[in-house]
C-alpha cells in the first residue's frame, strides 16, 4: 500500500465514519430522552436516499404513502381514545394535527414538475416528507410503552425495524439506488483527488455535530429533553410534557436520518435493506461513546468508517467480521470500568 | 403423580403419536416447532427469567450445526463427535463472550449479542473451510445404536424426547438453589450478592446453558437438512427466537413452547395465504405481518399470550412440603471472642461523593449479644454508613473489622460469607417468588449442590434441609401462614419481616437491619422486638436503623446518634435522652 492509497481509504473512511457518526449521534439522542435504542435509525437513511433518488426521477416517492398511512392510523387511534373518553371537542384538533401536514406535503409533492426541480429543493422535499414519520412511529409504537424497561423497548424497536424492512422492500423494490451527487466537483489536493461531495459529508455531519452538543448542553429545551431521559415523572411533575420530548427526539433522529440518507447517496449504493448495517455501525459507534457522550460517539464512528475502509483494502470478504469484533474490546474496556455495576436497571 | 409430571407425559405422548396422525409436511413443520423450542427454552432461562436479553442465539445454533457438518461431512467421522464438537466450541465460545459482556448493564449484553451475532454469521459465509455461503452439504445421517435417524417421524421422536427432558431438567433448575439465584437476577442482584449469591457465575450459568441448548438444536437441525449454510444463523433467526418466548411469554418454560409453535405456524400461514390474497410478495408481507402483531402483543399483553391462556387452567395448589424430618444444615462455628473485642467495628471512616461528605470520621463498635441503635435526623447519613459496613460502598477512607479482621475493601458477598447478613431501607424481594423460596435464597451460602445436580433433581435431600431451614426461620419472625403466599401480596411491614428472616437464614453473626419497624403495628413491633431480645440472648450482634424512638430506647444497649454524616453522641439509651445535643438536633436548639 502506498500513500495515495492510504489517502484515498482515509477519505473514504472518514466519509463513511460521517455517516456514521450521524446515526451514532441519533442513537445516543434518541437513547437519552426516550430510553428506545432505535434499530430503525438506518431505515430512515434508506428512506432518505430512495425519497430523493425517486423524486429524481420525477415519481411521487412512495414513502409519502407510508406518511399518509402512519398518519391516518395515529389519527385514529387517537379520536379512539377522545370518543372513548367522550372527549369530543378534542377531535377536531386532532384530525387538524394528523392530516394538515400530509395534505400539505401531498399539495407540495403534486404542485412541483419534480424531476426538475432544482436540487437543494429535492432535498427539502425529501425532508419534509420523511421526518414527519419520527414523531408518527413514536405515537404508533412507542408511546403506549414508554414506561417499560429498557429491553422491551429495544426488543419493540427490533420488531419496528422488521416492519419498517418490508415495508421498505414494497416501496422500493429489490434493487439498489444511487442519487445524482449534488455536486461532483473534485479537488486536487497535492496528488489525490478530493471529492466536494465527501468534504460535504463530513462538513454537514460536523456541524450537526455541533448542533446537537450545544442544543442538549446549553439550552433550556436540551436540558428538558434530557431531564426526561433521567426521570420520566420527576421531569413531568417539573412540567415537561414528556410525551412530546418523545416525539421531539425522534424527529430529530428521522430528520438526521434522512440528512445522512441524502449526504450518502450519491456515494454508495442503497438497499431496501442496507439501513441495518448501517444501523448497527452506528451502534458500535455510539457503544464506544457508552451511548452517553456524544463527542466521543462521533470520535467511535470515524473510527468505525476507517476500519472498515482499511480492512475492505486488506481482507475485504472479513470486513463486517473485523468491524463488528471491534464491539468486543470496547464492551471490554467499558465492563471493566463500570466493574461495581450499578442495581437493577 | 404431579401436575408437572403429568404434563411432561402427556406432551411426550402427543409428540411421539403425532407422526402416526398427521401429514408428512406437518411432521416436519413440528420437527421445527421443536427445534425452535429447545433454543427458545433456553432463552426464557436466559431472558425470560435472569432477565439478560440475547439477539446472538442463533449464532450458536449455528455453531452446533457447522461444527458437526466439518466433522461428520467433511472429516468423516461419526455425527456423535461432531455433537461434542459443537458444543466444547460452544462452551468455549459463550464462557468467553459471556466473561466479556455478562458484567455490563442491561442494554449492552443485546447490543453486544446482535454485533457478535453478525460476526459469526459473516464469519461462517467467508471461511472457506465452512464452504462459504453455499455451505456444506451431504452430511450423514445420525446412527443410534442400529437406528439410521433418517426419516421425519425419526426425528420427530428424537426431537420429542429430547425436548421433554430438557423441559424436565429446566423446570428441575429453576426450582432449585441455583435456579433462586438466577431468578434474582432480574430484579434484585444487589440483595442476592448480600446473601452470598455469585451473581456473575448465575448470569454465566444461564448464559452457557442457552447457548448449549441452541447448539444441540443446531446439531440435529443439520443433520435433518443434511446441509449447512450461513442463512438460518442469521441475527434475523437471532431476533425471531426472541420473538418466540416474547410472543409466549418470556418467564414460562412452556410459554417457550406456545411461542415457537405460534411463531411457526403463523409464518406457514402467512406464507400460504398471503400470495394468493395479495399476488406475489408473500416473503415481504410476512415480515410486516410479524413485525406488527409483536409490537401489538408487546403493547396490549406484555407477558405474551400463555398468561391468557392460563386463566382457564385451574391454578396449581402450593405443594404440600413435609420438611420436619430434614436434617438440620450445619451451623457456623461459634468461636469466642475475647470479651473486650467487638464484632464488628468502624474506625474512623469518610465517605465522600465529589464534594459531598456523606459520611465524616464515623467510628462505632457492636459486640456480640449487643443490640446497637444507630438513629439519626433523614440524610444523616445512615443508610451509607450500611452500605460502607456491608461493602455495598468502599469509604474514601477508614477501616471496617470484623472480629478483628479487616473487611472494608470485601465485596459484599464475601462480607456475607464471614456471617454479616443484612436487611434493606427499601424492601428487595422477588415479589412473584413464595416466601418460602425468598427466605431460602439466604440460605443460598449454605448450600453446594452445584447445577448438574439441580438439573437431574440430585439435589433434593440439600434442597429440603435449605427449605427445612428457611421454614423454620419463618415460624420463628411468626409469618407461618403466610409461607406459601408470593412474597409481594404482604404488607409492607410483614415484607421487612421476610427480610430478617431471609438475613436469619445465612446464620449470621451480626445482623444489620435498617428501619425493620417501619410500616408494623403496635403489637407487630412487640413481636420483633421479642425476637431481637431473643438473638441478642443467643449472642447475635445487631446493629439497627430505626426512627421508632419507643422502640429504640426500649431494646437498645447502646445507641450512636448521626447528624450531618457525623457522631453526635454515643451512650445508652438513658443518656441519650437526656444530651442536649441530641434533642437540639431532633427538636431544634435553643437560640
Known sequence: MDATIAAFLLQDGLTTGAIYALIALALVLVFAVTRVIFVGQGDFVVFGALTLASLQAGMLPPTFWLLLGCAVAGCVLDCAIAIRHQHLWRLPRILLNYLLPSTLVWAALSAFDLKNLPGLAQVALTLLVVTPLGPLLYRLVYQRLAETSVLMLLIVSVALHIVLLGLSLLMFGAEGFRTEALSDVALTVGEMQVSLQSLMVIGCALSLIIMLYLLFGHTLYGKALRATAFNRNGAQLVGIPTRLAGQAAFALAALVGACSGILIGPLTTLYYDSGFLISLKGFVAAIIGGLASYPMAAAGAFLVGTLESFSMFWASAYKEVIVFTLVIPVLLILSLKHSHSGEEH | ?591
Open chain 2, 1 to 591: 403423580m404431579n401436575r408437572r409430571l403429568l404434563a411432561l407425559l402427556l406432551l411426550l405422548v402427543g409428540i411421539v403419536l403425532a407422526p402416526q396422525v398427521l401429514q408428512p409436511f406437518h411432521v416436519t413443520l413440528l420437527n421445527y416447532v421443536g427445534l425452535y423450542s429447545l433454543v427458545a427454552l433456553g432463552l426464557v432461562v436466559l431472558t425470560g427469567v435472569g432477565g439478560l436479553t440475547s439477539f446472538g442465539q442463533a449464532a450458536f445454533v449455528g455453531i452446533g450445526a457447522y461444527a458437526t457438518a466439518v466433522v461428520s461431512a467433511n472429516l468423516g467421522l461419526s455425527p456423535w463427535l461432531g455433537l461434542l464438537a459443537g458444543l466444547g466450541i460452544t462452551l468455549v465460545v459463550a464462557l468467553l463472550l459471556g466473561l466479556l459482556t455478562l458484567r455490563l448493564a442491561g442494554h449492552y449484553l443485546p447490543l453486544g449479542t446482535l454485533a457478535w451475532g453478525l460476526a459469526l454469521y459473516y464469519l461462517f459465509g467467508n471461511l472457506p473451510m465452512l464452504g462459504g455461503f453455499a455451505g456444506i452439504a451431504d452430511l450423514p445421517y445420525i446412527q443410534l445404536g442400529g437406528w439410521t435417524i433418517d426419516s421425519a417421524s425419526d426425528f420427530t421422536l428424537i426431537i420429542g424426547v429430547l425436548l421433554v427432558a430438557t423441559l424436565w431438567m429446566l423446570g428441575n433448575l429453576l426450582d432449585s438453589r441455583q435456579g433462586r439465584a438466577i431468578r434474582s437476577l432480574k430484579e434484585a442482584s444487589g440483595m442476592a450478592e448480600a446473601m452470598g449469591v455469585n451473581t456473575m457465575r448465575s448470569k454465566l450459568l444461564a448464559f452457557v446453558l442457552a447457548a448449549l441448548l441452541a447448539a444441540l438444536s443446531g446439531w440435529i437441525y443439520a443433520h435433518m437438512q443434511r446441509i449447512v449454510n450461513p442463512t438460518p444463523f442469521s441475527v434475523t433467526m437471532g431476533i425471531e427466537y426472541l420473538f418466540m418466548i416474547v410472543l409466549g411469554g418470556a418467564a414460562s418454560l412452556w410459554g417457550a413452547l406456545l411461542g415457537a409453535a405460534l411463531l411457526t405456524l403463523f409464518k406457514q400461514v402467512l406464507e400460504d395465504v398471503l400470495p394468493q390474497l395479495l399476488g406475489g410478495g408473500g416473503g415481504t408481507l410476512e415480515l410486516i405481518v410479524f413485525g406488527v402483531l409483536i409490537i401489538l402483543v408487546l403493547q396490549y399483553a406484555k407477558d405474551g399470550l400463555l398468561p391468557l391462556l392460563q386463566k382457564y387452567l385451574p391454578s396449581p395448589k402450593p405443594r404440600a412440603l413435609d420438611l420436619h424430618d430434614a436434617e438440620p444444615l450445619p451451623r457456623r462455628e461459634a468461636e469466642r471472642l475475647p470479651s473486650n473485642q467487638p464484632l464488628l467495628a468502624a474506625d474512623g471512616l469518610v465517605k465522600r461523593f465529589g464534594g459531598l461528605v456523606a459520611n465524616n470520621d464515623m467510628s462505632l463498635a457492636v459486640h456480640a449479644g449487643q443490640v446497637v441503635a444507630l438513629i439519626g435526623p433523614n440524610g444523616a447519613g445512615k443508610s451509607t454508613l450500611f452500605n460502607l459496613l456491608t461493602g455495598v460502598l468502599p469509604p474514601t477512607s477508614g477501616q471496617v473489622f470484623f472480629k478483628g479482621q479487616r473487611i472494608d475493601g470485601l465485596s459484599p458477598r464475601a462480607i456475607a460469607k464471614l456471617g454479616v447478613s443484612r436487611t434493606f431501607q427499601h424492601v428487595r424481594l422477588l415479589p412473584g417468588m413464595s416466601v418460602l423460596e425468598n427466605v431460602a435464597l439466604g440460605a443460598h451460602r449454605r448450600g453446594n449442590a452445584g447445577v448438574l445436580r439441580a438439573l437431574l433433581r440430585f439435589d433434593r435431600a440439600e434442597e429440603r434441609r435449605l427449605l427445612a431451614e428457611a421454614a423454620r426461620q419463618i415460624e420463628r419472625v411468626g409469618l407461618a401462614e403466610y409461607m406459601h403466599t408470593p412474597a409481594g401480596s404482604l404488607a409492607l411491614g410483614q415484607q421487612r419481616i421476610v427480610e430478617i428472616a431471609r438475613a436469619l437464614c445465612s446464620d449470621p453473626q451480626m445482623l444489620l437491619l435498617d428501619e425493620p419497624a417501619a410500616g408494623l403495628r403496635y403489637n407487630e413491633k412487640q413481636t420483633l422486638a421479642c425476637l431481637l431480645e431473643q438473638l441478642r440472648e443467643e449472642g447475635l450482634g445487631v446493629l439497627l436503623v430505626e426512627h421508632d424512638m419507643d422502640f429504640v430506647m426500649g431494646l437498645a444497649d447502646h445507641i450512636v446518634v448521626m447528624e450531618f454524616g457525623q457522631r453526635l453522641a454515643t451512650g445508652s439509651p438513658m443518656e441519650i435522652q437526656d444530651n442536649p445535643a441530641v434533642l437540639a438536633a431532633y427538636l431544634g436548639g435553643v437560640e
